[in-house]
């Protein structure tokens, strides 16, 4: 019996700690509908001198791959856009991708392969809980790293890198504008917050409570869950919440966290007491799913988003081409997708944030290939499109951009399989949302941190 | 606490128990009979999930998709069981090996053949209402009672099985004695391949009947064993009748948690673990005691 045990929790622990993976580093946990091809992978050598190269940090295996394509397609339409442009310095760009197995101690791992490989940058298409882990690495090796997951304050107080630029939204902006909407306009006292522990989403967490108490000082938080990313069966929350009837519940993590939230949420009533706000009110990426399967609950689901991709008469040329790009890429089509996702946009951000960067190299003449000289390059670069005037602030090299708060419907949503577009549609811009140096100074003394500013 | 608060925690803890006690008890039949750990359980379940999820989408009944959810693990099985031959008796670590490799094959082959793409699979319409109890004010989603009354009819018909029938005779003892078995001229090698079929079929029904309420990827198959975990040993690793009543038990606990304590409630089923390891390390409810 003893070794039988003894067998049993070494097997569960060697899966236990595989299974955030799930497979070798460089295997790229191909699928028909998401390949990734040979030669982009980690374990290649650097093609030739003739290409400049930009790695990228994604989730190749682990149940959090479920949702890379998406994010996959956004960066091969910024590629795209500067290859078409004639590409830099008279060199086409290239993608070489690398799998942290969402696992923190191989984030560093494979940020060095990128380095090594003779990659110029890199975009990190990772989660925010692997973020800080990649920040410190980059503020070490003084080597640029874009980061499109969404902004927490440990990236912007806590690890805080001239190094590190971020293009995903802001958790300080998300936690604004839900404050104004659903504190401010419509009047809601309580939440109860279910979601993932990721950097943040926890902070989703506290700076709703911080920004909500500014409008109205009795808001409270009624309940905290957290749930695994790997977690699918949540029942037990759902109920409860569901008979607590808080006014709204602050709901984080997407993909299939989200559908199960979703799912369980329909059977438990949860949408007959209350409304779910959260960052992917129209993401395709997480509500495709169940709009196929007619479970996606319209009406119920707030928050923000960042692209109108329904609407062609708010895109300028920019975004309407990253999303006709984005639906004439091979992948979206053969994945039979049916919107461009927000994730999607972000990734294209972030390329095209490096490849302005680099150009801007070229321009001055200067050597892209020395990491401080393309870090200081990508400071300065600056576009304007529809979705709003984009610079990466000096204060936590946090790119602005529009944030969109909006209703999920079903009107409209018929020409996209009946994913949820955004009715109700209130924008805010970076200046209005994204926190001054006065409330990151106040904020920063809370967690302890003195030496930021 | 209100009643009707505690009766629908009741409802969930016995469902959400239901679905871990078809998974551990797969898993514990195989431990019992052949002494060997299945880490591939997990992988199953997902693809008894998402065969479900295909069969419905093919516009088959619910019913149908249960049984492919059943059968198509089940006939894997016999393929596991005698991928394992070459090891039977030797060191328990090459079955370990050989069934988590077993486990990425499946998840990978889940992933070239269906992509990562998140899939939800719909209720069945007539289980899509509540039985509501209108003096409680209290509305009991059909599905999950769905889910405790079939569970439970398989928990039956497997106990049945087991005490009844020939074939349960013979798995007893197997388990008892089974180089006396072997000795009396019945196919030791057969039953074997029966029981991973069982094993595996159980594992894959409980991904079926839990997919209409989870998102589903592929992926997911290498970490559901986490939730199995803390249910084989509480319920004692070789103790195929504690599978039912650890998984109730900390379904139940799990489900009270949620209302008490909502932050930490998901440590609940490895706290308990750990202390009952700690006291009874062959499980809270194993007549072998400490």
New interface residues.
Partial sequence: ?K???A??L???L???M???G??TANSG??????PVSASQTASEPASDGDTIKIGVLTYM?????????FFQIGWEVGIQEINEAGGIDGKQVEVLLYDPQNDAAQVSQRLTDAKNDGCVAVLFAVGDDLAPTAAEWAEENKFPVVFQSNTSTEMTIKHFSKYCYNVGPNSWAFAKVLADAAVGNEGKTNFVFCGTDGAATIDAENLLILEGQKINPDFECL??????S????????I??IA?TAPDMVLQQGG??????F???GL???LFDVTDVYNDFVVDTS?NS??A????FPYGHTKGLFFVNFWDESLMDETIKYFCDSYMANELCQS?GYVAPADAGLHCYRGIKAIGLGLQACVDAGSDYTDPEVLTNAIAGISWTDSTGEHHFRELDNQLTFDYYYGVSTQEGSENYGGSPVATDIVTYTSDEVLPTQEEMEAYAQTLGVTDRF | MTVSQFALALVVGLASGMISYLTASGMSLIISGMGTINFGQGAFYIFGALLCYYTVKAELPFAVALLVGFAVPALLGIVVEFLLRPVFGLDMTYSMLITMGVSYMLCDGMSLMWGNTVRATPVPPMLNGAVRIASMNIAFPAYYLFIIIFSAAIAVAFKLMFTRTKLGIYFRAIISDRHMVECLGINVQLLFSVMFMIGLGLGGIAGALNAPISGLTPQQGLTIFNQVFPVLLVGGLDNMDGALPAALVLGVASALAAIFIPTYYNLVPNVVMVIVMFFRPNGLFSKKGA
């Fill in positions: 019996m070794k039988l045990l067998t049993f070494a097997g569960a060697l899966l236990g595989t299974a955030c799930g497979q946990g191909t699928s028909s509908s998401a295996s682990s149940a959090r791959a479920a949702t890379m394509a309940a905290s869950y957290r749930v695994s790997d977690d699918s069966q949540f029942s037990n929350i109920s409860t008979s993909g299939p966290t989200f559908v199960a979703a799912q369980q059977m438990f009533g997480t799913s169940l196929e399967t007619g479970q994945n």
